[in-house]
């Protein structure tokens, strides 16, 4: 089966990468930084905001077992693509939403989940879709952290009810046990 990869940005990549590693047909979920203009930042600089990265997922999956146009309707489900740099109390431009694509035909596809994301949300979705550039996975506690760190507050807190939500509205994505 070919895997194919897509880049996602929505908000803070430890609610993005827990949902994605419990959907079907996902094979890896790597946390990292993306469409920023210094090479390989420190989680420390992508925060400060002057990098201009995005802190960002990269989801591989079997194209034959789950479609890049239904990566991207979960996308729109577990974050807020109307508010612009910011999910929740998380607040700059480092948690902006943002598709980056690999192809033209991952920006067809993106582009035409977005126009039906815009209807739905009243025209006042504010995903950017850019090729993906200067992408640099992040620092290794990051990756899986909600899976090793369930207890930790933000996890609790914020990690949790998104990744509740996801399996309440996608059961029939859900990877098997």
């Known amino acids: 089966m070919a895997n194919e990869i897509i880049t996602l940005g929505g908000g803070c990549f430890w609610c993005t990468e827990a949902v994605y590693e419990q959907v079907e047909g996902v094979t890896t979920v790597e946390s990292g930084y993306s ?25 591989s ?15 729109f489900h577990v974050h807020d693509p109307t508010s612009l740099n910011r999910q929740g109390n998380d607040v700059g431009t480092q948690y902006r939403s943002g598709i980056y ?14 126009a039906e994301a815009n209807v739905a949300n009243k025209g006042r979705v504010v995903t950017e879709v850019k090729p993906l550039a200067n992408y640099s996975r992040a620092e290794d506690y990051h990756q899986h952290y909600f899976a090793n760190h369930p207890g930790q507050g933000y996890c609790a807190f914020v990690v949790a009810p998104k990744v509740e939500k996801f399996r309440r509205t996608f059961a029939a994505r859900l990877k098997k046990p």
Not at 37 to 50: K, L
Not at 66 to 71: G, N
Not at 105 to 114: I, M
Request: charged share 25%; with cysteine; aromatic share 8%.
């Open 35 to 59: 469409n920023g203009h210094a090479m390989n930042p420190s989680y420390e600089q992508v925060c400060g905001g002057d990098t201009g990265h995005n802190e960002v997922v990269r989801v």
């Open 61 to 75: 999956f079997e194209n034959a077992r789950i479609t890049l146009r239904e990566v991207l309707e979960i996308f």
């Open 101 to 114: 694509f690999g192809s033209p035909e991952q920006e067809a596809v993106a582009r035409e989940v977005l």
